[in-house]
């Protein structure tokens, strides 16, 4: 899986925080996608944190193979930059499943 970070106003040590969680929750996402060649899957994560009202924003967007020409989207707005990975990376792994599932039900269909 290709993974591209993008940061916007975070600190340098929440970016350092976040780049680190985040790298331990990607494993969760790579047990889904062994099917696909390393390189097929891209996904693109940012973070944002507003400092008016002190909150963050994870956006999570995952292009797969062979999939309905839509990447997945997960957004979560949280006050806790870490809680904010773990909504957004639970809304896409979701719809990751349904979308793997589907292509499997869509190949027995067509087999």
């Not at 993008?6 to 040590?13: I, M, N, Q, R």
């Not at 957004?75 to 792994?93: G, H, P, Q, V």
């Amino acid at each position: 899986m290709q993974v591209q970070t993008f940061t916007k106003k975070l600190t340098d040590p929440e970016k350092e925080m976040f780049l680190a969680y985040l790298g331990k929750k990607l494993a969760k996402f790579e047990q889904f996608l062994g099917e696909f060649d390393v390189d097929a899957v891209k996904l693109n994560v940012t973070a944002e944190k507003f400092t008016s009202n002190d909150a963050f924003k994870v956006e999570m967007v995952m292009e797969l193979p062979k999939a309905t020409h839509k990447p997945l989207y997960a957004s979560e707005d949280s006050r806790d930059l870490m809680k904010a990975t773990d909504f957004a990376k639970a809304k896409l792994l979701e719809q990751m499943k349904k979308a793997i599932e589907k292509m499997h039900h869509e190949h027995q269909h067509a087999a």
